[in-house]
C-alpha cells in the first residue's frame, strides 16, 4: 500500500539481507519482502495465501507473543517451520502486528534486532494510522447501515442519499442482500467474538454489529450465489466458535434480493425474521433463508404479542398430556397426510400410526380428513413452536434486570 508500510519491510530486508514480513495479530499477511534463500514452507504458504495454517497459527499465538514488548525468538514444534525472530508491531499502547525474521541459526546479533526493532515501531504508526481511519470510516458506515433500516421514512431517504455520497457501493451495484447474524448468548466475550468474525469473514460486504446481532450488506451487479453466502456463513461460524472456545452458536438469515438502495430495509427485515426462524425452529438449521420458510413466512410478521396470544389453540390442548401425539401429528401435517412416509420418519408400524391418528382425532374432535381442521391444527403446533421461542427471549431478556433489582 502507498502509507510506507512496504518500504519500510523492503528497507529492512535490503539491510539485513534477510526477508522480512508483518503479519496482522491474527496472523495474516500485511506486508512481504523479497527472499534471499532463507524461505520456509509457511513463508511460501503465507505470502501465497495471505494466512499460514491454523495449527501453525495457534501454536505461535500459544507461545505468548501478544504480551511481548520486544523482539524474542519463536521456535515453532511443526515440520518445515524454522525458527524465527518475531517484533510486536505496538503503536499507542496497541498491538497492531507482528514482524518477522527467519532466523534459524540464531545469528541476528543486538544490533540487527535494534533495526528489526526500530522497524517495527515505524510499522506501528503506520498501522496506527491506518487503523484510525478505518475505524472512523467503519463508524460513519456503520451509523449509515443502521439509519438505512430506520422505522422512520425521512431517515432512510437521508441514509440513501448519504450511502451514495459515500461512493461505498460502485455504480454498477443495483442487487442489494442482506445477511443477518445473531448470537444467543448476552456475555461480553461473546459480543466482542460476534464482531472480530464480522470484521474477519466480511470480505467486500458492508457491516454493522451490536451486542447480539450483527448484518453484512451486499451489493452488487448480480446478487451473491447461494454458495457464496453458505461460504460466509461457514467462515463466521468457524471463527466465532474460535474465539468463544465453541461456548456459543450463530444463527444466520438471508433476506431476499431487492433492487435499489432504498430496499435495503426491506432485505434487512426478512433477513432477521429468517434468523429468527433459525433460532426458535431448530429443524430449520442453523442458515435459514426468506422464501424457503413456508408457513413460518406468514406467521413471523404477526406482531409478538399478537401471536403468543393466537398460538393458545384449545384443540391441541388435549394432545399436551403425551408428547407422542404432538410429534405424531406435526410430522403427519409437515408430510400433508402421507401416512407411509411419516410411519417411515417416526420409526412405526402403519397400523401404529393409523392408531395414534385416531386416537388424535379422538382427543381433539378434528377430523384429519378435513381441510379447514388440519389447517387449524397445522397453524396451531407451527404457532407454539415460535410461541415458546418468543416466551424464552423474553425471559433471557429480562433476567439480568431481575436479578439487578434483587
Not at 431448530?282 to 422464501?291: E, N
Not at 388435549?318 to 402421507?338: K, M, Q, V, Y
Request: hydrophobic share 40%.
Amino acid at each position: 500500500m502507498a502509507d510506507g508500510l512496504q518500504e519500510i519491510v523492503d528497507e529492512l530486508a535490503e539491510r539485513l539481507r534477510r526477508s522480512v514480513a508483518i503479519d496482522d495479530p491474527s496472523i495474516r499477511l500485511l506486508a512481504a519482502s523479497r527472499h534471499f534463500g532463507d524461505e520456509d514452507s509457511a513463508r511460501v504458504s503465507s505470502v501465497l495465501n495471505r494466512s499460514v495454517d491454523a495449527d501453525v497459527r495457534d501454536k505461535v499465538l500459544a507461545q505468548g507473543i501478544a504480551e511481548w514488548t520486544g523482539p524474542g525468538r519463536v521456535r515453532t514444534p511443526v515440520d518445515g517451520v524454522q525458527p524465527r525472530v518475531c517484533a510486536p508491531v505496538r503503536c499507542a499502547g496497541l498491538l497492531l502486528g507482528y514482524l518477522w525474521l527467519i532466523d534459524p541459526g540464531s545469528a541476528l546479533d543486538e544490533k540487527q534486532l535494534e533495526l528489526a526493532k526500530d522497524a517495527a515501531s515505524r510499522a506501528g504508526a503506520v498501522l496506527y494510522r491506518r487503523l484510525v481511519v478505518h475505524e472512523r470510516t467503519q463508524a460513519r458506515q456503520e451509523a449509515i447501515l443502521r439509519e438505512l433500516v430506520s422505522s422512520d421514512r425521512g431517515i432512510r431517504a437521508q441514509a440513501v442519499e448519504d450511502l451514495r455520497a459515500e461512493q461505498v457501493f460502485p455504480d454498477s451495484a443495483t442487487r442489494f442482500q442482506v445477511l443477518g447474524v445473531q448470537h444467543a448468548g448476552g456475555a461480553e466475550p461473546q459480543q466482542v467474538a460476534l464482531e472480530a468474525a464480522v470484521e474477519d469473514a466480511s470480505g467486500s460486504a458492508l457491516t454493522a454489529a451490536n451486542k447480539s446481532r450483527a448484518w453484512l450488506l451486499f451489493g452488487r451487479r448480480e446478487a451473491p450465489s447461494r454458495r457464496e453466502l453458505d461460504e460466509a456463513c461457514a467462515r463466521l461460524a468457524a471463527r466465532f466458535g474460535r474465539l468463544t472456545r465453541e461456548s456459543g452458536q450463530l444463527v444466520f438469515g438471508i433476506g431476499s434480493v431487492v433492487d435499489g438502495i432504498e430496499q435495503i430495509s426491506v432485505s434487512y427485515r426478512q433477513a432477521f425474521l429468517a434468523a429468527r426462524a433459525a433460532r426458535f425452529v431448530p429443524s430449520l438449521g442453523p442458515v435459514a433463508r426468506w422464501g424457503e420458510l413456508g408457513p413460518y413466512e406468514l406467521l413471523l410478521q404477526m406482531p409478538a404479542d399478537d401471536l403468543v396470544a393466537a398460538s393458545h389453540t384449545p384443540v391441541l390442548d388435549a394432545l399436551d398430556r403425551d408428547a407422542g401425539f404432538i410429534t405424531t401429528l406435526e410430522r403427519f401435517l409437515d408430510n400433508a397426510g402421507d401416512v407411509a412416509s411419516t410411519a417411515r420418519q417416526l420409526n412405526i408400524h402403519r397400523a401404529t400410526l393409523y392408531h395414534r391418528l385416531k386416537r388424535i382425532e379422538q382427543l381433539t374432535g378434528c377430523a384429519l380428513n378435513r381441510g379447514d381442521d388440519r389447517l387449524t391444527l397445522h397453524l396451531g403446533l407451527k404457532m407454539r413452536r415460535l410461541a415458546e421461542g418468543y416466551r424464552a427471549e423474553t425471559a433471557s431478556a429480562e433476567a439480568p434486570r431481575i436479578r439487578s433489582v434483587s
